[in-house]
């Protein structure tokens, strides 16, 4: 009887090891369950992530387009009230030439007066501050430089439309801007020395 006791208790003892064997390995296979459920997740973001990214890369030269055709536009309606005609039409090409239409005639930048030059370059940057910026502040060095009063004229109008700018600063050795101006700061240099005459 001591015999068959002993074997059913070592059985015994072996059916609980097997049994804590089995609810281990169990466990395992839950936690591994578990793992190839967070990497499937993994792979499926993994797909995700590079599809995004592939998209992205495409979608860039169409964004770029679209952000310049936006800006030659603007800049074209800037430049045609600067300059007051009609028959001139600015391009701001994909590569970010400036090419003036006057007519039938195609004009780079390079071979445009100096009126044409000023107009043409504050209507591009202007155009691009407007659509880029969210800072609400332009600042212009000396705008006017080779535009004739008329042009001067329709560059104030122009500015004084604009509602992309909460602020705008200009430098001038005219007095063009009187009109449009909150505040100004006039100095003068009548001894090589800069002194504030008027604010």
């Given amino acids: 009887m001591t015999q068959l006791t002993t074997k059913r208790d070592e059985r015994k003892d072996q059916l609980e090891d097997v049994a804590a064997e089995v609810e281990r390995l169990e466990e ?3 936690e591994r369950s578990e793992k190839v459920d ?5 792979e499926a973001d993994l797909e995700f992530a590079k599809w995004v990214r592939e998209n992205v890369r495409n979608a860039g030269p169409k964004m770029r387009e679209v952000i310049t055709d936006r ?3 603007r800049a074209n309606a800037v430049f ?3 300059r007051g005609r009609d028959a001139e039409q600015l391009e701001w090409t994909a590569d970010y030439d400036i090419i003036v239409h006057d007519a039938d005639v195609r004009k780079s930048f390079s071979t445009l007066s100096g009126g044409e030059k000023m107009a043409a370059a504050l209507a591009v940057r202007l155009a691009i501050l407007e659509q880029l910026s969210s800072l609400g502040v332009a600042f212009l060095d000396e705008p006017t430089a080779n535009l004739d009063e008329q042009k ?4 104030v109008g122009q500015l004084e439309s604009l509602d992309a700018f909460d602020q705008l600063a200009v430098i001038s050795h005219d007095s ?8 100004s700061v006039k100095i003068e240099k009548p001894e090589q020395t800069s002194e504030v005459v008027s604010d």
Wanted: charged residues 30%.
């Fill in 38 to 42: 967070e990497l499937q997740e993994l």
């Fill in 28 to 30: 395992k296979l839950d």
């Fill in 71 to 73: 800006i030659g536009t």
């Fill in 80 to 82: 045609r009230s600067i």
């Fill in 176 to 183: 063009t801007f009187e009109s449009m101006t909150d505040y």
């Fill in 152 to 155: 001067k004229t329709n560059l």
